[in-house]
T-cell receptor, first 112, second 111 residues
């Protein structure tokens, strides 16, 4: 089945220690998104790629970076995680930006 | 700018009872509208979507939603709730660009 895969499902890191979360898709979608979701809140869009075109949300901290080396893969880098970055990180894809999104299962990040 | 309002933070229903979750959107043109469900610790799954045409949309798991332009609403309904429907439900509205999510409604199902 076509799907969105996130690895790892659970990630524990130390305060200030860089961490990378990965996302891959077999849907061949043009658009890939990274969301941050804290408990009992809606997903918050961090950035998205439309093909190779990177779009950063205005309020996404500089501490968060992303890479999309090819259509299938997208990475979220947190350069110096703080306690406030502990959250669920969701990757999603869509064929075009305003269409339905397909979500991965998420990566739960814990910062010690 | 587009926005989505889900006025109910929590909804509690008994198993077998009917359900309606409210969603209001703000967008000048006809929006693209979505309902997603999120089980604990999981990603979001699309229940149904509306782009145009018939204003009553059928989705998966027995859910339906009705688009009412006059009320700027897209409420989600289910005639008989199952315990497995307990989850977080998000309404989203997309216009010309990326969908905007509402804050979500947590559905609690009593046996």
């Amino acid at each position: 089945d076509a799907m969105v895969i996130q690895n790892p499902r659970y990630q524990v890191t130390q305060f200030g220690k860089p961490v990378t979360l990965s996302c891959s898709q077999t849907l061949n979608h043009n658009v890939m998104y990274w969301y941050q979701q804290k408990s009992s809140q809606a997903p918050k869009l961090l950035f998205h790629y439309y093909d190779k075109d990177f779009n950063n949300e205005a309020d996404t901290p500089d501490n968060f970076q992303s890479r999309r080396p090819n259509t299938s893969f997208c990475f979220l880098d947190i350069r110096s995680p703080g306690l406030g970055d502990a959250a669920m990180y969701l990757c999603a894809t869509s064929d075009i930006p305003h269409n339905e999104q397909f979500f991965g299962p998420g990566t739960r990040l814990t910062v010690l | 700018a587009q926005s989505v309002t889900q006025p109910d933070i929590h909804i509690t229903v008994s198993e077998g009872a009917s359900l309606e979750l409210r969603c209001n959107y703000s967008y000048g043109a006809t929006p693209y509208l979505f309902w997603y469900v999120q089980s604990p610790g999981q990603g979001l799954q699309l229940l149904l979507k509306y782009f145009s045409g018939d204003t009553l949309v059928q989705g998966i798991k027995g859910f339906e939603a009705e688009f009412k332009r006059s009320q700027s609403s897209f409420n989600l309904r289910k005639p008989s709730v199952h315990w497995s429907d307990a989850a977080e439900y998000f309404c989203a509205s997309g216009g010309s660009y990326i969908p905007t999510f509402g804050r979500g409604t947590s559905l609690i199902v009593h046996p």
